[in-house]
């Protein structure tokens, strides 16, 4: 069965930066697009960025503005999403998530983890 | 942007009811519409990829229909674990992938 973990999140001041990290396991990750969405406490949720399968083409939400970057290591079975610059509207729980294509990507999200908690607070 | 507009905003029915939930997209977005479930402390589950093509195990109650603007989430007779947050999400004019505002379907 498909395993992710994510893992970085934590309490966080404005203005500072954070890396989360998805492990992923039991399914071939270098075949895959992988994305970071997150869900803000009690509401939605928003589908933050895609990585493709090499890591070569990277789409991000409009509402990052260039402050969060996704890269992978296909050697280590990781994601990441390194966000900068943090706002108290950033505070959500920060899930990754398999791509349901192989190689070339369907944009539906077949496997989720468990998701990592950001809270920003001065 | 594609905005998704999901109705209900919640439903209340009892086990063995029939749900119909409803999600409609502000242009075509033709087949390209995902259905997720997610329970209280949970990730999100998906169910319903293509508007109509339900995922490996999937109980044979849940159904996806719809094209165009408007798609429909049905539950043929509620099982007292379907009750949940239901989100629709469309893949078809990207980035951004959309998701509806979703639809609490909770127990009368």
């Known amino acids: 069965q498909v395993h992710l973990v994510e893992s970085g999140g934590g309490v966080i001041q404005p203005g500072r930066s954070l890396r989360l990290s998805c492990a992923a396991s039991r399914f071939s990750f270098s075949l895959h697009a992988m994305h970071w969405l997150r869900q803000a406490p009690g509401k939605g949720l928003e589908w933050v960025a895609a990585i493709s399968s090499d890591g070569s083409q990277k789409y991000y939400a409009d509402s990052l503005k260039g402050r969060f970057t996704i890269s992978r290591d296909n050697s280590k079975n990781t994601l990441y999403l390194q966000m900068n610059s943090l706002r108290a509207e950033d505070a959500a729980v920060y899930y990754c998530a398999r791509d349901m294509g192989q190689l070339w990507p369907l944009y539906y999200f077949d496997y989720w983890g468990q998701g990592t908690l950001v809270t920003v607070s001065s | 942007e594609i905005v998704l507009t999901q109705s209900p905003a919640t439903l209340s029915l009892s086990p063995g009811e029939r749900a119909t939930l409803s999600c409609r997209a502000s242009?075509?977005?033709?087949?390209?519409l995902a259905w997720y479930q997610q329970k209280p402390g949970q990730a999100p589950r998906l169910l319903i990829f293509d508007a109509s093509n339900r995922v490996t195990g999937l109980p044979a109650r849940f159904s996806g229909s719809g094209s165009g603007t408007d798609f429909t989430l049905t539950i043929s007779s509620l099982e007292p674990e379907d009750f949940a947050v239901y989100y629709c999400q469309q893949r078809s004019n990207w980035p951004p992938i959309a998701f509806g505002q979703g639809t609490r379907l909770e127990i009368k």
């Open positions: 242009q075509s977005i033709t087949s390209y």
